[in-house]
C-alpha cells in the first residue's frame, strides 16, 4: 500500500495534535503549529535554494548532494503544501 507525502505528513500533525491535546487544547494551538511548519518549511525552501546556487554543486563529483538537496528542496514544497492545507482549516 503506497502512502503520499501529504498523507503521512497529515496523520503525523494529527497524531500530534491528539497527544498534545492534553497540554495545549483549542484551534488556537494548532493553528499556531501549522503558521510555525509554515515557517519552518519557507525557511527550509530558501535554505535548499542557496545551496543549489553554490558553483560546487554544477560539479559532476558533487551530482548526488546536488540530487540531495533538490530532493530535500521539492519535500519541503510537499510539507510546505500541507501545512498550507491544514492552516486553512483554522
Known sequence: MKHSYKASI???LALFMA?????AS?????????AAGVDAE????????????RLELSK???ASA???FEQLMRASE??????KTQLSKY
Open 10 to 12: 497529515m496523520a503525523t
Open 66 to 68: 546536488r540530487t540531495l
Open 60 to 62: 559532476p563529483e558533487n
Open 78 to 83: 510537499n510539507h510546505l503544501r500541507a501545512f
Open 42 to 53: 519557507i525557511s527550509n525552501i530558501a535554505m535548499y535554494k542557496a545551496f543549489l546556487s
Open 26 to 34: 483549542g484551534p488556537e494551538y494548532g493553528a499556531t503549529a501549522a
Open 19 to 23: 497527544a498534545a491535546s492534553g497540554f
